[in-house]
């Protein structure tokens, strides 16, 4: 028992120092950005058509990781394996596209089609590699250099600092190209309409009921129509309008606080609480469940300048999958 807690002990210890110099060498590289990555940023950003991601083994896993963050981000991109390119798909670069290359050394045998490609046809070329003297680094239109550090393996051997740094680095310049383009929510929900990451981007627009659906009479109406709307909409609320702006609602809250003999000779605007929880189209859904559950109602109004333009309900969040 002795001897396998120090076993677990000596690994875990291993781990933790293979994650530490792996954060040392990133923390050198972020201090080491420079102009040069402006000039890369602004070089891929510029180009009309797309950027080709490329590399070679463990630099081509990846590349191919960082072309689908790019066209995930707003920054159309493809991944073109280098052994192949010399076989036909050179073709698959055109007129007003740029490549990203990485390599660690810079000498990869099976780049160099490529990059003396690009060269010859005045296609951009942005480098990443650890060596400015490697042929990556001398015909790059633009070298990222990666800072001299050990592999993290003890043989100093096995791609894995030097992957790390370069997967970082193909983040760095894919959220900074999003982020000069000015990417809203409603773009990235475009590019990702499935999965958790769509169902986090919906906007109340995408889910709330228009029309007739909605509950809503005028601020004259007698409280016998506004129990048969509330009963027939199933909503649990209705919407009370004056000049076609909302300006209150009715909900079973309130019918309890005015239950008694009364009750059916007011008009609605005598039972209606003013300044009711809305919010706009162009909310989250996500943020329109948070504030109903907040608020501790079921269905809120959406409105725009002040009219309602649809209602949504908690059913329809969680139907949706927003949670």
């Given amino acids: 028992m002795v001897v396998e807690r120090r076993e677990i002990l000596r690994e875990v210890t291993f781990a933790a120092s293979v994650l530490q110099q792996e954060a040392r060498a990133l923390t050198l590289m972020a201090a080491g950005l420079s102009s040069a990555f402006y000039d890369a940023v602004s070089c891929l950003y510029g180009i009309s058509g797309r950027i080709a991601v490329t590399g070679m083994g463990k630099s081509g896993h990846v590349a191919r990781k960082v072309a689908a963050t790019l066209a995930s981000t707003g920054s159309p991109a493809y991944f073109i394996h ?17 490549v990203l290359a990485f390599s660690n050394s810079g000498n990869t045998t099976e780049l160099s ?3 003396l490609y690009a060269a010859r046809r005045n296609i951009p070329l942005t480098g990443v590699t650890r060596n400015a003297d490697s042929l990556l680094g001398k015909h790059a239109t ?9 592999e993290a393996d003890p043989l100093d051997c096995a ?10 680095l193909g983040d760095a310049l894919a959220l900074t190209l999003m982020r000069r383009r000015g990417c809203s929510p409603e773009e990235f929900h ?4 499935g999965g958790s990451l769509g169902r986090k981007l919906l906007t109340v627009r ?11 009479l005028p601020a004259s109406a007698r409280m016998p129509d506004v129990l048969m709307l509330m009963t027939g909409k199933g909503f649990g609320v209705a919407g009370i309008l ?27 605007k005598q039972v209606m609480h003013a300044d009711p929880v809305v919010v706009n189209e162009d909310t989250l859904a996500v943020a329109a469940l948070r504030l109903m559950q907040e608020n501790k109602i ?15 309900n908690v059913h329809d969040c969680l139907r949706a999958g927003v949670e």
């Avoid at 280098?82 to 740029?98: F, I, Y």
């Avoid at 633009?142 to 050990?150: K, Q, R, S």
């Avoid at 995408?206 to 809503?216: F, R, S, V």
């Avoid at 079921?298 to 949504?312: A, N, W, Y």
């Fill in 82 to 98: 280098p052994g192949e390119a010399s076989h036909g798909d050179l073709g698959m670069l055109a007129t007003g596209d740029a």
């Fill in 113 to 115: 089609d490529i990059v």
């Fill in 142 to 150: 633009h070298i990222l250099l990666l800072p001299p550090v050990p």
């Fill in 159 to 168: 791609p894995t600092t030097s992957t790390t740094l370069q997967m970082a």
């Fill in 190 to 193: 475009r590019w990702h309409p």
């Fill in 206 to 216: 995408e889910i709330m009921h228009t029309g007739e659906d909605m509950p809503l």
């Fill in 242 to 268: 004056e000049k076609n702006r909302l300006a209150g609602i009715i909900t079973d809250g309130d019918l309890r606080r005015h239950m008694g003999p009364a009750l059916m000779d007011k008009k609605a």
């Fill in 298 to 312: 079921t269905s809120l109004f959406v409105i725009r300048e002040g009219k309602p333009v649809g209602i949504l």
